[in-house]
Nanobody, 124 residues
């Protein structure tokens, strides 16, 4: 069993930065792929970024490439999402996900465990 707790969301202005964190419990964090997803009001949840177990492979949605960076610290059982140049279109609830497959970095079946989400609101 894996429990995920996100933090770091908030209200910012366009162009600002935020760093989201997701702390995991459980013994398998270092072998899990991790990802970030988001869901805006009235829209379906969408993929944002993913990272494999070692941090050596990452994948990003086209909408965030060059602005967002996913990283992980296995010693702290934490995955991060650094978000720069935020835009009002980035407003959403951001969810952390853990996948028991070590090297998957995306796909519609990604995510065996999910966090509760953290709200990110970007004002114009």
């Amino acid at each position: 069993q894996v429990q995920l707790v996100e933090s770091g969301g908030g209200l910012v202005q366009a162009g600002d930065s935020l760093r989201l964190s997701c702390v995991a419990s459980g013994r398998t964090f270092s072998t899990n792929a991790m990802g970030w997803f988001r869901q805006a009001p009235g829209k379906e949840r969408e993929f944002v970024a993913a990272i494999n177990w070692s941090g050596g492979r990452t994948n990003y949605a086209d909408s965030v490439k060059g602005r967002f960076t996913i990283s992980r610290d296995n010693t702290k059982k934490t995955v991060y999402l650094q978000m720069n140049s935020l835009d009002p279109e980035d407003t959403a609830v951001y969810y952390c996900a853990a996948d028991l497959r070590s090297n998957v970095i995306g796909g519609i079946s990604f995510g065996d465990y999910w966090g509760q989400g953290t709200q990110v609101t970007v004002s114009s």
